[in-house]
Antibody
Framework: QVQLVQSGAEVKKPGASVKVSCKAS????????IQWMRQAPGQGLDWVGL????????TYAEKFRGRVTMTRDTSTSTVYLELSSLTPDDTAVYYC????????????WGQGTLLTVSS | QSALTQPRSVSGSPGQSVTISCTGT?????????VSWYQQHPGKAPKLIIS???ERPSGVPDRFSGSKSGNTASLTISGLQADDEADYHC??????????FGGGTKLTVL
């Protein structure tokens, strides 16, 4: 069965960086884009960006450009989200999800990774 | 891009129907037939219930339906059940491989 399994919760200090992983299984890894979203406590979903596992091409939301990097490792079917210069406003649950056509039909999601940024 | 606009909350009694609106612009909802809806129970990851404005993934009951008119998309849930109580999020393709989400709507089943 299709699964996206994310890395565990993180606690970081302001100014630090974090790298979250999302390991895919149960389907052909390079056949689906991976989208990343985040959800701050009590808030809606916020799109962070996407990566095409085939060539590693990325698109990032404007608000994160310069601070976010998405990469992939095709040998382990894993994608990574790295976010730098963290502030308390980055405290959120980060989700990965697969998308067949990069148009927002996110049919399988990871379980979420809670990032807490606090001094 | 700005978030799509959803009502913060809606409510209905079991068996009734409710409709949740999702208003965007001519650059997102109005421009593409790529609106999706997600159901999210507390502490859980979102679940896809509508894609491509009107399409239901396998396993989603036909009580859930989607539509769009102009810059506004809508999700209708008929025959409300207790388990439908959840947060609902809309999402639209916004061009150049970007997505935009709504702020989410909390559905209360009275």
């Amino acid at each position: 069965q299709v699964q996206l399994v994310q890395s565990g919760a993180e606690v970081k200090k302001p100014g630090a960086s974090v790298k979250v992983s999302c390991k895919a299984s149960g389907y052909i890894f390079i056949s689906y884009y991976i989208q990343w979203m985040r959800q701050a406590p009590g808030q809606g979903l916020d799109w962070v960006g996407l990566i095409n596992p085939t060539g590693g091409i990325t698109t990032y939301a404007e608000k994160f450009r310069g601070r976010v990097t998405m990469t992939r490792d095709t040998s382990t079917s894993t994608v990574y989200l790295e976010l730098s210069s963290l502030t308390p406003d980055d405290t959120a649950v980060y989700y990965c999800a697969r998308d067949a056509a990069a148009a927002g039909a996110l049919d399988h999601w990871g379980q979420g990774t809670l990032l807490t940024v606090s001094s | 891009q700005s978030a799509l606009t959803q009502p913060r909350s809606v409510s209905g009694s079991p068996g009734q129907s409710v409709t949740i609106s999702c208003t965007g612009t001519s650059r997102d909802v109005g421009a593409y037939d790529y609106v999706s809806w997600y159901q999210q129970h507390p502490g859980k990851a979102p679940k896809l219930i509508i894609s491509g404005v009107t399409e239901r993934p396998s396993g989603v009951p036909d009580r859930f339906s989607g539509s769009k008119s102009g810059n506004t998309a809508s999700l209708t849930i008929s025959g409300l059940q207790a388990d439908d109580e959840a947060d609902y999020h809309c999402c639209s393709y916004a061009g150049r491989y970007s997505l935009v989400f709504g702020g989410g709507t909390k559905l209360t089943v009275l």
